[in-house]
């Protein structure tokens, strides 16, 4: 119900459940709500939210201070803009649940 509220339609959450069937045990005030704004304030507006989500949806499990965060800065790390992580996820949404040793290695041959 919550995801309907965010505005994902019914096959958005099928998908969701179908990919990631854990989500259901999420806690949505201790995973799903913090995970959902931390992607707002990266810039996100609800429509890439919700394909972060939809293609992603393990990133709600993930945490955020040791996983995501990091991720992010990171990117930042290496010069990246706010303007260019927000591009760069909205349009693969799948690069945040990459293992840190692939995106030491992405990174490295930039």
């Not at 989500?53 to 790390?77: A, G, H, Y």
């Amino acid at each position: 119900i919550w995801l309907r509220a965010l505005g994902f339609d019914d096959s958005q959450v099928a998908k969701i459940i179908t990919k990631f069937p854990q989500l259901i045990s999420c806690s949505l005030e201790e995973n799903l709500k913090p995970r959902v704004q931390w992607l707002k304030e990266l810039g996100m507006d609800d429509s890439q939210v919700a394909k972060t989500i939809t293609n992603s949806p393990q990133l709600m499990s993930c945490s955020l201070e040791e996983n995501l965060q990091k991720k992010v800065e990171t990117l930042r790390e290496y010069g990246f803009t706010d303007n260019q992580i927000l591009k760069a996820l909205s349009g693969c949404p799948t690069l945040l649940s990459y293992s840190s040793k692939r995106w030491a290695y992405r990174l490295s041959i930039l």
